[in-house]
């Protein structure tokens, strides 16, 4: 069974960096692409970023365009996702998923597998 473990997320202070990871445990993710979502308190969950099986090609929700930055390692069967210039409006449940495909897509029933979730607070 797949495993998705992400870890990285804590409390900052607005304006400061965090790398986020998510490592797969039992499968490889060399076959698909990845994406990052997120849940804020009372709020649906929410598309942020995705990355394709060879990690040429992304796509961010535009919330987070130009600060956030999702990468990949396929040797080391990790997806990234970096951080910047965050904002107390970033503040959510994190959660990397695998899709069913290798192509990028934004849609949630698109992804079959799904991590845990790390906590990302950002104080104003």
């Known amino acids: 069974q797949v495993q998705l473990v992400e870890s990285g997320g804590r409390l900052v202070h607005t304006g400061e960096s965090l790398r986020l990871s998510c490592t797969a445990a039992?499968?490889?993710?060399?076959?698909?692409?990845m994406g990052w979502f997120r849940r804020a308190p009372g709020k649906d969950r929410e598309f942020v970023a995705t990355?394709?099986?060879?990690?040429?090609?992304?796509y961010y929700v535009d919330s987070v365009k130009g600060r956030f930055t999702i990468s990949r390692d396929n040797a080391k069967n990790t997806v990234y996702l970096q951080m910047n210039s965050l904002k107390p409006e970033d503040t959510a449940a994190y959660y990397c998923?695998?899709?069913?495909?290798?192509?990028?897509?934004?849609?949630?029933?698109?992804?079959?597998?799904w991590g845990q979730g790390t906590q990302v607070t950002v104080s104003s």
């Open positions: 990355i394709n099986l060879s990690g040429n090609i992304t």
């Open positions: 039992g499968r490889t993710i060399n076959n698909s692409a």
């Open positions: 998923a695998e899709a069913r495909w290798p192509g990028i897509t934004t849609v949630l029933h698109e992804y079959e597998y």
